[in-house]
């Protein structure tokens, strides 16, 4: 199986005030492709923090972050918008959508931003809204729909440019527990029938479940690690 | 992303804040309203100005004097001096004057004693006065006194008419006298016949005669005391009004120092010109700080609306918009803001200049300068002149203001780091 992300020796750490406090400390791990990885931890553990520093949104401050083959750390600000535009997808715990967008408009934006021409960003966009199931909802505004539809917006938004890795923050913590089963069945899906990565921050145990591996963080640092099948 | 998008993106944010957006364009079609306004109105008065110019200066004749304003005027030219500047390359016509002013000594009646309105009696070559000032030489009847004819008079409007009743006529006969105190006889009285009495000028300006008597030059000599230098003033008309002051250079060199003075009523013409953009520029200026104020308002809008949308930029990075990106979608909402108060402030500077124009019309209706009442002063109306280059500049200023004060706020966006971005609530 081929390394999709390696993280190695990552350490990160946030100044708050006057104070210094690490959020990563020595955090080393591979992601394979077509992996479903769920990372629980406390709040507080880091698990946001290395989210964001697969996602290219974060630099770290020591060790090196490959991703598919490509050291980002030496990359300008410019070039890893590029991977986040292209080979990253990200879904958010308050979903994220812009609210001045339609449903549509929100899917297409990152196909906009990537030059795909007006008429061919706007069928792609429809037809992820319909991976979704949310092919009646297309011209409706973010304040229009309901938590688990916004959620499924995101996670087209998500797909729509056909990222390698979806890294997914929390995705059921705003949620109710039915939605939140809607969106972990979905993610499932998408996972066993697109082959699509996925990194899953999470509390919820119900993602864990369908997850084929759990890493454990703790004040920074992989705890544990869990295989499932 | 595409220009045409990145516009229409930037049209919906500024539609999502409507009051705000139009308060920042009012600011600055404001600004844009003063300087169209102030532009085409100074263009409107200058041509105007120069137009007035024009009709009370000719500006192909110079002017020369004995001796030099500041330092005191001399005797006169003599002939010799005349002939001098006749011969000057550019130079068409030189006509002499000699002016006798009407004093308690010296009288202009009509035979039963009334006083003319002259004030001035010019010795003058009739035939060549009327090449030298075509346009104002004419007459309003009689005839133009032939060569050698030494006693005729011709008379100006005003020395004609007092208070709008005429005191002499054609034919009429006039008495120049001379009161000599201590000579016997005690006065001289010379008899003149009206050949003519000139046209009504009206205008203020060096060549208005409307007050004068003119006599031949012959007859002239005569009354004077200096008879070897006796013309105080020499006329010159150059060939072509691009040389007059050339042909002053020239007239100036050859004479030793202050003992010509030449008035070039071109130069004259251009300082003139020149104040009037000062005053113009001046009054730029000062509509410029509006728009400046203006540019600093959408400055200080864009903050507010960095600040209010910094989690949507948060979100914009995540999903990979780039750095420059975000710098183009907040300039072009500046951008949108500029163009469209740019175009708002030309068509109410339009307006407003038009508005201000018949105001100011209506104050400066009825002047009385130095107490003559004119015709023609009292028909001054300021129409605004739109030069299409005001208008480019005015609008291009409007665009690069919007651009400059939109530029930090737009760097500020594109520099948000994106996790602290998405953390803002």
């Not at chain 2, 709008?164 to 010379?190: C, H, M, W, Y």
Request: charged share 20%; with cysteine.
């Amino acid at each position: 199986m081929m390394k999709l992300v390696e993280l190695k020796n990552v350490r990160k750490s946030y100044r708050m005030g006057k104070v210094i406090v690490p959020a990563l400390r020595d955090v080393s791990l591979q992601v394979t492709r077509g992996e479903f990885l769920a990372i629980l931890g406390p709040s507080g553990s880091g698990k946001s923090t290395l989210l964001n520093i697969i996602g290219c949104l974060d630099r770290p401050d020591e060790g090196e972050v490959i991703i598919d083959g490509i050291n980002v750390l030496k990359l300008r600000d410019e070039k890893l918008a590029e991977i986040r535009l292209k080979q990253v997808g990200f879904i958010f715990q308050f979903f994220n959508l812009l609210p001045r967008l339609t449903a549509l408009e929100n899917v297409e934006l990152p196909l906009l931003l990537a030059g795909v021409d007006e008429k061919r960003a706007r069928e792609r966009a429809k037809h992820l809204l319909e991976l979704v199931g949310l092919e009646s909802r297309v011209n409706h505004r973010p304040f229009e729909l309901s938590g688990g539809e916004q959620q499924r917006v995101a996670i087209a938004r998500a797909l729509v440019n056909n990222p390698k890795i979806v890294l997914a923050d929390e995705p059921t913590g705003n949620l109710d527990t039915r939605s939140g089963e809607e969106i972990i069945q979905l993610m499932k899906k998408l996972n066993s029938k697109l082959k699509q990565t996925f990194i899953v921050v999470t509390h919820d145990r119900k993602i864990a479940s369908i997850a084929n591996r759990i890493i454990y963080l703790r004040d920074g640092m992989i705890v544990g690690e869990k295989y499932r099948r | 992303m595409k220009a045409k998008k990145l516009a229409g993106l930037a049209w919906k944010n500024l539609k999502q804040r409507k009051l705000r957006t139009f308060l920042t364009i009012l600011s600055i079609s404001i600004g844009i309203t003063t300087i169209v306004a102030v532009a085409s109105l100074g263009e409107g008065f200058r041509g105007r100005v120069r137009e007035r110019m024009e009709h009370g200066f000719e500006l192909d004749v110079l002017l020369v004097f004995p001796g030099s304003f500041t330092a005191g005027l001399r005797d006169g030219f003599s002939s010799t001096d005349m002939e001098y500047i006749r011969n000057l390359s550019g130079v068409s016509l030189v006509t002499p004057l000699i002016t006798i002013p009407i004093t308690e000594t010296i009288n202009l009646t009509t035979e039963n004693g009334t006083k003319l309105g002259a004030f001035t009696i010019g010795g003058i070559n009739f035939g060549e006065m009327v090449v030298m000032f075509p346009n104002r030489f004419t007459l309003l009847s009689g005839n133009l006194p032939a060569e050698g004819e030494t006693s005729a008079i011709l008379l100006g409007y005003k020395a004609a008419f007092i208070n709008g009743s005429q005191v002499a006529e054609i034919g009429d006969k006039i008495f120049l006298t001379i009161l000599q105190p201590n000579a016997t006889p005690p006065f001289l009285r010379i008899n003149f016949s009206v050949a003519g009495i000139l046209t009504r000028q009206g205008t203020l300006g060096i060549t208005n005669f409307d007050y004068w008597a003119f006599i031949s030059l012959d007859e002239a000599i005569e009354l004077i005391r200096n008879k070897d230098k006796p013309y105080q003033l020499l006329i010159v008309k150059v060939s072509n009004v691009s040389l007059a002051e050339e042909v002053a250079k020239q007239i100036e060199r050859h004479f030793p120092p202050y003992s010509v003075s030449v008035f070039v009523p071109t130069s004259f013409a251009r300082q003139v010109d020149i104040i009037l953009t000062l005053v113009e520029m001046f009054l730029i200026g000062i509509g410029s700080i509006s728009l400046l104020v203006a540019g600093i308002g959408i400055m200080n809008i864009m903050m507010i609306s960095v600040i209010e949308r910094t989690r949507e930029i948060g979100i914009l990075k995540a999903i990979g918009a780039k750095n420059s990106t975000i710098l183009l979608m907040f300039l072009a909402e500046a951008l949108l803001m500029g163009v469209i108060g740019g175009v708002l402030g030309l068509f109410t500077g339009y307006f407003f200049s038009y508005g201000l124009a018949n105001l100011l019309s209506t104050f400066i209706h009825r002047p009385t300068i130095s107490g003559i009442r004119t015709p023609e002063v009292q028909e001054i109306r300021i129409i605004p002149n739109f030069s299409p280059l005001w208008m480019i500049i005015a609008f291009s200023f409007s665009i690069t203001i919007s651009l400059i004060f939109g530029l930090y706020p737009a760097r500020k966006a594109a520099k948000l780091n994106p996790v602290e971005a998405l953390r803002y609530e």
